[in-house]
């Protein structure tokens, strides 16, 4: 297993020294910061395309490796341009690349040319990829007031509310959590002692008229009344209505007056009453036929 202990020697002081490499006069990066104090790094370069020496005019292909001088030229607003010198591995030419923010890409400065061999789809009937010059605005000054307006649309409706969402987002997840769980106990605790208050009158009610236990209380509030207002006057209604119909109703006979009849209809009647009694008495007592009993 390799080891990773270093050795400090018995003249280091680490208030002085601060680390090993201050103390043996070295760069943390070695050999390849002997020119930093001009601002040079000996950094890694790869080819991003076929080039031609301009010293010895052989061809170099696209991704050949060099031990390039890397140091800083300029700036494209805050994006630093950077310079990769080269020394060429067939002869003794130095050539000079630097990077291109605007356009995204390398160029070549000087000591080589670059095999072009890009395609232009300008050319091909397209549109140009990196046009960061705008010069061809809008003809129809409509047609940009357009524009301006479907922008200005899209920020309100689309951007404002995304922007919106994710500060609260962002709130959310970075606020103090000691605050935020305070806050939610504080609103627990309010929130326990209303509870205990209402279980107590609750009891109390319950106690005083003799309710079980398990019987749930309504909410003590307008709606609950006017309900229970309702309620008792419909039971109310429902008792008045089986307690008349339980009631012993009282009859009142009707006197009707008999039909006066003469002396002679009414002898006439009794008569024929008689004999329709003697008939019926002759007709039970009569005795057996003879020849039905010799039968």
């Not at 356009?103 to 080589?112: C, E, H």
């Not at 091909?124 to 960061?132: Q, W």
């Not at 119909?245 to 009707?256: D, G, M, W």
Request: proline letters at 6%; one cysteine or more.
């Amino acid at each position: 297993m390799q080891g990773f202990n270093k050795y400090y020697p018995p003249d280091y002081d680490p208030d002085k020294h601060q680390s090993l490499n201050a103390y043996r006069g070295k760069h943390a990066l070695g050999d390849r910061a002997r020119k930093l104090d001009k601002g040079i790094l000996i950094t890694r370069f790869e080819l991003p395309f076929n080039i031609w020496c301009g010293t010895c005019n052989n061809h170099i292909g696209m991704g050949v490796r060099y031990n390039a001088e890397k140091k800083k030229v300029g700036a494209y607003y805050s994006t630093p341009i950077y310079s990769f010198r080269c020394k060429c591995h067939l002869c003794d030419g130095w050539f000079e690349i630097q990077t291109d923010p605007k356009n995204t890409r390398y160029v070549v400065v000087s000591g080589a040319r670059q095999k072009d061999e890009e395609w232009d789809p300008e050319e091909n009937g397209g549109f140009a990829i990196h046009d960061t010059d705008g010069k061809a605005g809008p003809a129809d000054p409509l047609a940009a007031l357009e524009k301006t307006t479907e922008a200005q649309d899209h920020v309100a409706k689309v951007q404002i509310p995304r922007i919106e969402a994710l500060q609260g987002v962002s709130d959310h997840y970075n606020n103090d959590p000691y605050a935020l769980s305070s806050m939610v106990r504080r609103r627990f605790r309010a929130e326990k002692k209303i509870e205990a208050q209402k279980r107590a009158d609750d009891d109390m009610i319950k106690g005083k008229y003799g309710l079980p236990e398990g019987l749930k209380l309504v909410e003590d509030d307008a709606e609950a009344k006017h309900q229970a207002r309702d309620e008792w006057a419909r039971a109310r209604m429902d008792y008045e209505a089986e307690r008349n119909s339980k009631r012993p109703r009282l009859s009142i006979p009707s006197f009707q007056p008999r039909p006066t009849l003469d002396p002679v209809s009414s002898l006439k009647a009794r008569i024929l009453d008689n004999t329709r009694r003697s008939s019926t008495l002759a007709s039970k007592s009569k005795p057996p036929d003879r020849k039905v009993l010799l039968k």
